[in-house]
């Protein structure tokens, strides 16, 4: 079984998404099922709605599973888990005050030392614990060997005891810590491979005590992706719109695109440009470079033109609002000049809409109006141009200006003669 583990925190990043791309494409390649795992016990954090939403993003993908489950669900687990380990002296209750806790980490800053809790309360004489009413949280017990990760991104990577410590898996108020809940629940649900992003390779050993600690010896493999930064070389972060799955999404990037985008980064495939489906033929976790990808959205964009091309006429056309094949052709011609959907359609719309003529072609574009208005039907652009030519007696730049402006709503485009062949069937409602 793999997971994706998302928080409703925040709209979905991009990292998130190529994590759900990469479990999903590995659980098809091992014939292995999905499942998503919202992680809702930050209560302070969680964000009404954010889980619906990170399901649909899902579904826009065809990202595949075969459940969901919210990690709330799984609190009596947690707190019987914890209850396991201090019963069996893996962990134990700790009355340290935050104050007290707090005052250690100001010193060992103070002294440049990085800050280990003490264990002062790791070996408490019983009575002292057991009629004890003050609050106290609950620690495991750090590791008393190496922990060694195999992560098939990074190779192989050892913890020191002393890097783990003794930290907290229950607070006062007696709900699990994030490490605990996320190592108990992959526990539980039968987890083979963790694909998750890099920053939570410092989380990764802590896990891993937990679940040896808890007598659980299957041991999970782990696929740490690199973080993807932005143009000047920084995480991308909430500040970068390009982060954002929905803000990718109302520019006018495809799916199929940013997947194809999210999995070509940092990674050997055989071609460029290929659907999710063609990746589960090669894709290879172990070929993911350990270090960052670099988001490049003149990339995105490439990319996304490609698979723009490769839709059919009638797809394309409800892209832009239409549900038609000429449409579809039309705006086929439209996409050497543009990247995205929200482009299209702004090249699109204008030529149904009421045409803005600039002041020094508006006698001309009256008279070409009505001459249009007037003529017949013709198949050819060629036998529509001499009539219009020869009825409104206009020539030159007087004659191609307002009818590239009547018939495109815009002074520049692509050659009038190729898109007439598109626009003919329209010609009353687009000069009217
Ligand atoms: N909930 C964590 C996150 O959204 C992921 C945890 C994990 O994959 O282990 O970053």
Redesign the pocket.
């Known amino acids: 079984m793999l997971?994706?583990?998302?928080?409703p925190?925040g709209d979905m990043h991009i990292g998130?998404l190529r994590?759900a791309i990469f479990n999903y494409i590995v659980s098809k390649q091992r014939n292995e099922d999905l499942l998503v795992?919202i992680?809702d016990t930050d209560k302070e954090r969680n964000i009404e709605g954010k889980d619906k939403e990170i399901l649909e993003i899902l579904a826009l993908f065809g990202i595949e599973y075969s459940q969901v489950i919210y990690q709330s669900q799984n609190l009596h687990f947690h707190s019987a888990m914890a209850l396991q380990l201090l019963h069996n002296k893996k962990a134990f209750s700790c009355f340290c005050s935050s104050e007290w806790l707090e005052k250690k980490r100001e010193e060992a800053k103070a002294n440049k030392i990085a800050y280990r809790y003490d264990d002062a309360c790791a070996s408490l004489p019983a009575e002292l614990v057991i009629d004890n009413m003050n609050p106290f949280t609950i620690r495991i017990k750090k590791p008393e060997n190496t922990i060694v990760i195999k992560d098939h991104i990074k190779g192989e990577i050892s913890f020191e005891p002393n890097e783990v410590d003794s930290f907290i898996i229950m607070r006062q108020d007696k709900t699990p810590t994030?490490n605990f809940a996320?190592a108990v629940d992959?526990m539980l649900g039968d987890i083979s491979l963790?694909?998750?992003?890099e920053?939570?390779m410092s989380?990764t050993p802590k896990?891993d005590l937990i679940r040896t600690s808890l007598g659980y010896d299957k041991k999970i493999e782990y696929a740490h992706l690199p973080i993807i930064l932005n143009d000047d070389g920084k995480k991308m972060s909430k500040r970068d719109d390009a982060s954002s799955v929905k803000w990718l999404l109302e520019e006018g990037f495809l799916p199929s695109a940013i997947a194809n985008y999210l999995i070509l980064i940092g990674n050997k495939p055989p071609c460029e440009i290929f659907s999710m489906q063609e990746a589960i033929k090669w894709f290879n976790l172990d070929n993911i470079s350990k270090s960052p990808a670099r988001f490049d959205m003149d990339k995105l964009r490439f990319i996304n033109r490609e698979h723009l091309k490769n839709l059919d006429a009638k797809e394309l056309s409800r892209y832009v609002g239409f549900a038609d094949e000429e449409i579809g052709e039309l705006a086929r011609i439209y996409l050497e000049e543009s990247g995205t959907t929200k482009e299209l359609r702004t090249k699109i719309a204008p030529i149904f809409a009421p045409k803005v003529i600039p002041e020094e072609f508006q006698e001309q574009a009256e008279i070409m109006s009505q001459t249009i208005k007037n003529a017949p039907y013709f198949d050819e652009y060629e036998d529509f141009k001499n009539y219009i030519m020869n009825e409104s007696g206009l020539k030159g730049k007087n004659f191609f200006k307002p009818l590239r402006l009547l018939l495109t709503g815009a002074e520049h485009g692509p050659d009038v003669a190729e898109i007439y062949k598109y626009l003919k069937n329209y010609i009353g409602g687009i000069v009217k």
């Open positions: 997971r994706f583990a998302p928080s925190t998130n994590v795992r992680e994030y996320c992959d963790i694909i998750r992003g920053d939570h989380n896990q």
